[in-house]
């Protein structure tokens, strides 16, 4: 029975196509397939270097049906170079399919480190790295995007996003109504010509985003943590009467609750604690 082969993860440039360490070329060189997002990007990485192993497409439309005859093809033996179209395979690309199919198989898996947009846009950004909730790409429908950041509006940590640069201006303002008066970020065209981060309260990174109608390239959404309690005296008047405004208007004392909550952005529990004062 022929030795395993492996699936090896390549990190590869999300710009420059010098940021590619020599163990990725190597691998690349090495591997009797290189299973690429995209093979045309690849190309020109592989062209760069003189690489001219065969390339094979495994993206969204052709995963679910490559995955098996990938796997079967490393059980024969065959190693299996993974790459995505930019950075990281895996971080919300359908890479991460193969992977798990490979490990499911008992096919060894080494991955490569290198270049990450994810950790390259947190760097960039300044806000804080202690925690980070990475989101991949939000919801395209309103309705579906505002229930999913609802959710994230407590959670202490820098929340993280990709976004396509036509609807990061419609992306920032849904984060602004979901979070407002917090630190944001938008990092995009990272390690090129042209890389550009916009940092500042998120009402105003929203409108200087939203007012531009040429945007280029990939792009990053970072939303800083909510501040840390204690830091900005809450003005206890002031939530009692949001929370009854809301009340008024017909929402259940625990919807208006979590609405005051996300609107100040400050704890929910916090405000429960004020309205149940006034409750009793």
């Known amino acids: 029975m022929p030795e395993p082969g492996r699936l090896v993860v390549c990190a590869t440039p999300i710009g420059n196509l010098g940021d590619v360490t020599r163990r990725v070329l190597d691998a690349l060189r090495l591997a009797d397939t290189v299973a690429a997002e995209d093979t045309r990007v690849t190309r020109k ?3 760069r270097y003189d690489i001219g192993t065969r ?14 005859a990938l796997v ?33 198989a008992g096919v060894p898996v ?9 950790l390259a846009a947190v760097v960039a950004s300044g806000l804080p790295m202690q925690r980070i909730y990475f989101g991949g790409f939000l919801p395209r429908k309103a309705g579906e995007r505002a229930r999913g950041l609802e959710a994230l509006a407590a959670l202490d940590a820098t ?47 929203a409108a200087e985003i939203g007012a531009r109608d040429n945007l280029k390239g990939e792009v990053v959404l970072l939303v800083g943590p ?20 809301r009340i008024a208007e017909g929402a259940s004392r625990s919807t208006a609750v979590r609405q005051v909550a996300r609107d100040l952005g400050i704890p929910r529990g916090e405000v429960y604690e004020i309205a149940h004062q006034t409750a009793r």
């Open 45 to 47: 990485l592989l062209a």
């Open 55 to 68: 390339l094979e497409r495994c993206d969204e439309h052709t995963v679910e049906r490559q995955a098996p």
């Open 72 to 104: 079967e093809r490393m059980q024969a033996g065959e190693v299996i170079a993974l790459v995505s179209d930019a950075g990281t395979p895996g971080v919300s690309d359908p890479g991460a399919r193969l992977i798990a199919a490979a490990f499911d």
């Open 110 to 118: 080494e991955t490569l480190p290198g270049a990450s947009a994810l």
């Open 159 to 205: 929340l993280v996003f990709f976004e396509s640069p036509r609807r990061a201006g419609a992306t920032l303002t849904s984060l602004a109504e979901a979070f407002p008066r917090r630190t944001a970020a938008l990092a995009r065209e990272l390690t090129k010509l042209h890389e550009e981060v916009v940092r500042g309260p998120i009402e105003q990174v």
């Open 226 to 245: 909510p501040g840390p309690p204690g830091k900005a005296e809450v003005d206890s008047a002031d939530v009692r009467a949001r929370v009854e405004g």
